[in-house]
């Protein structure tokens, strides 16, 4: 009996993203090795250092970082065309022991980014890696654009949310998307006043942040004041901070857009982890999203498993 090609569509969901790990995880213990691995936004990150077989440093340190860890990453570039011009992630990718290129990893891989001057989808299969992965996650309004052979490339999930069909044209035969866009929306963009939260002294709230960019060490006073007053942040006041509605407004596109390409293309074996809590910018939350995506793959083996059976029959 042939083997099916089978291949992982890592979909986006900036720092839900970890949860791939916790996906791959469970589907390589189970004995279901992917053949071919696409990815969007940050599942271009975990899917690259999957394929170069630096998977275990990578869970190392998300496990261990704290905001401090994700924060000391970033570079304010407020020219550039974002607030984050990634350079230091960039190292970071290369600090892991990636190859330099895609086409010396392991196995078949592309990163999926947006072209922001045309809209189109564009397929990373070749050249630098960390240069592919620092496009594809180049969230707007968040992060800088990447200029690729002339092209400016943003976040692939503006146009290809879950790359099944990069999957597909890549030669799959069985094809197992992870979805970490189900269930986004409804949740308040302010906060109501609660009693419990106000008599909470404002340094023990400071303390435990509620999302990344909020406390971001790396950005200077000055810049940061200029943020608050422009209500970048959005803590403590009546109307939704800039955060919010950048983060919320991407929810809604990546709710809609991946509805819309998995209807038209849908995958063999989806695997939805529950982690509609954790906010796009909540890197420092890795064990839980790791173990949601571990739990999703479980709860999915029996029905992969036998799928996989059925297909290699045929």
């Not at 695997?271 to 839980?288: Q, W």
């Amino acid at each position: 009996m042939a083997k099916p090609a089978i291949a992982l569509a890592l979909g986006s969901g900036a720092a839900r993203g970890w949860a791939h790990i916790g996906v791959i995880d469970a589907l390589v213990e189970a004995g279901i090795k992917p053949d071919i691995v696409c990815g969007t936004s940050l599942g271009a990150l975990v899917g690259s250092v999957y394929a170069s077989g630096k998977l275990d440093a990578l869970r190392d340190w998300a496990m261990g970082a704290d905001w401090r860890a994700v924060a000391a990453m970033i570079d304010v570039g407020l020219l550039a065309g974002g607030l984050v011009d990634g350079v230091h992630i960039v190292k970071w990718l290369t600090k892991l022991g990636l190859p330099d290129d895609i086409e010396n990893l392991k196995m078949p891989f592309a990163a999926v980014a947006t072209d922001i001057g045309t809209g189109r989808e564009i397929w990373l299969q070749s050249g630098p890696l960390a240069r592919a992965v620092r496009a594809s996650i180049g969230m707007p309004g968040l992060f800088s654009p990447t200029k690729v052979d002339g092209r400016w490339l943003s976040d692939g999930g503006l146009v290809n949310p879950i790359p099944v069909s990069v999957c597909r044209a890549m030669g799959a035969d069985f094809i197992i998307a992870v979805n970490l866009n189900e269930d986004l929306l409804g949740r308040r963009l302010v906060m109501e006043p609660d009693a419990k939260s106000s008599d909470v002294p404002e340094q023990s709230k400071a303390a435990k942040p509620e999302s990344l960019m909020a406390l971001i060490a790396s950005i200077p006073a000055s810049v940061q004041a200029q943020m608050s007053s422009l209500n970048f942040f959005g803590a403590g006041s009546a109307t939704p901070g800039y955060f919010d509605v950048l983060t919320n407004a991407i929810d809604i596109m990546q709710d809609h857009i991946t509805r819309s390409r998995l209807a038209g293309e849908p995958p063999h074996a989806t695997v939805m982890p529950r982690v509609a809590d954790i906010g796009l910018l909540d890197f420092h939350r890795a064990a839980e999203s790791i173990a949601e995506g571990r739990s999703a793959a479980e709860h999915m083996l029996p029905v992969i498993e036998a799928k996989l059976r059925g297909r290699s029959r045929l």
